[in-house]
């Protein structure tokens, strides 16, 4: 059974431009989760989305957005960016139960990008 | 505020001892995971614990949970090279995923 995908392994933007990042979850997943791991700064929870709406957001500005298209997959886009966001992209899956509630959770391979 | 303490941060163990690693957090937790990364990799799920009490082992890797002192251990039986990485404690506290993580637990192992 395929993992959680993301595409591309790498990508290099310079700053002010947009990037685009893309996650395909594991069949059967419906919750799509967006965590950044940035030099000196951890790993933060950036977005969340089941069934094509966005559940929940972390603390980061407008300009980190995305969706979940109808067979589950989501992208996540980043307009405007600045040096600082030179990170791994980390997208990860589950199921969503009720209530608020999700299963277990399955990271991808990441997508690391390079801001210059 | 949600507050995840992993120490040591960074841990040189020898090989073939046992050492074990820290993961504190300040609140009510539904689920904690223990991950491990490789340099420029990406996280590798190692163990989920639920409940109170829920001990789990994977070979040389024991990991426990006490929800009442908020602290969850990794344990590291006769350290080998292979297990240098980076194990990182995520807290659940809201059932949903929105995970919290600790600053990791850099682990060298030395011959």
């Known amino acids: 059974e395929a993992g959680v995908t993301q595409s591309p392994t790498h990508l290099i933007k310079t700053r002010g431009q947009q990037a685009t990042l893309r996650c395909s979850p594991i069949s059967g997943h419906t919750s799509v989760y967006w965590y950044q791991q940035a030099l000196g700064l951890g790993l933060q929870f950036l977005l969340w989305y089941d069934e094509g709406e966005e559940r929940n957001r972390g603390n980061f500005p407008p300009r980190f957005s995305g969706r979940q298209f109808p067979n589950y997959s989501s992208e996540l886009n980043v307009n405007a960016l600045e040096l600082e966001d030179s990170a791994l992209y980390l997208c990860?899956?589950?199921?969503?139960?009720?209530?608020?509630?999700?299963?277990?959770?399955?990271f991808g391979e990441g997508s690391r990008l390079t801001v210059l | 505020e949600l507050k995840v303490e992993q120490n040591p941060l960074f841990l040189s163990m020898q090989e073939g001892k046992n050492y074990t690693i820290y993961c504190n957090y300040s609140?009510?937790?539904?689920?904690l995971y223990w991950y491990r990364q490789d340099p420029g990799k990406s996280l590798e799920s190692l163990f989920v614990l639920l409940s109170n009490g829920a001990v789990k082992q994977e070979g040389r890797l024991m990991a426990s949970l006490d929800t009442k002192a908020r602290l969850s251990t990794l344990h590291i039986t006769a350290a080998v090279h292979d297990l240098s990485a980076t194990y990182f404690c995520?807290?659940?506290?809201?059932?949903?995923?929105?995970?919290?993580f600790g600053k990791g637990n850099q682990v060298v192992v030395i011959p």
């Open positions: 995520a807290v659940d506290f809201g059932g949903n995923n929105r995970l919290a």
């Open positions: 609140t009510t937790s539904d689920r």
């Open positions: 990860a899956s589950s199921f969503y139960l009720t209530g608020g509630l999700t299963g277990e959770l399955f």
